[in-house]
């Protein structure tokens, strides 16, 4: 599970980045289940909002880049606080609690995020199951 900011250049739509285009990882989890299930709620929300729920493109969430804006950021920093990331199981996610650890790794990760945003950068969202 990875983040990256990417320059607003490189980024084509929510879900897609420019092929070849420079992507700076500012963070990494393994096996964050519950983050991951929170992403791919989002996932959903967004294409149900922009209307690609049925773009064959966009069939699953695994390697699917999402974008986060500052609301994104504001509602998983809420997620986070009162820990309340949706409890998601699945093959390879192992058995992680959550843990004051995972918390505080994602709330240094909003830091980081919104400071890329600050420059003008997108912060993408991806995983790798």
């Known amino acids: 599970m990875y983040a990256y900011s990417v320059s607003k250049k490189d980024a084509i739509s929510p879900f897609k980045i420019k ?13 964050h289940h519950d983050l991951h299930g929170w992403m791919e709620k989002r996932w959903l929300e967004k294409l149900k909002d922009l209307g690609k729920l049925e ?38 996610f192992g058995d992680f609690p959550p843990s004051e650890e995972s918390a505080q790794k994602d709330l240094e990760f909003i830091c980081k995020a919104r400071k890329e945003i600050e420059k003008g950068n997108v912060v993408y969202y991806d995983s790798w199951w």
């Open 55 to 92: 773009d064959p493109d966009l069939a699953t969430f695994n390697c699917a880049p999402l974008a986060l804006g500052t609301t994104d950021l504001d509602d998983l920093e809420a997620a986070v606080v009162a820990c309340t990331l949706p409890k998601t199981v699945g093959l390879f």
């Open 19 to 31: 092929t070849g285009g420079a992507r700076e990882q500012i963070f990494y989890w393994r096996k």
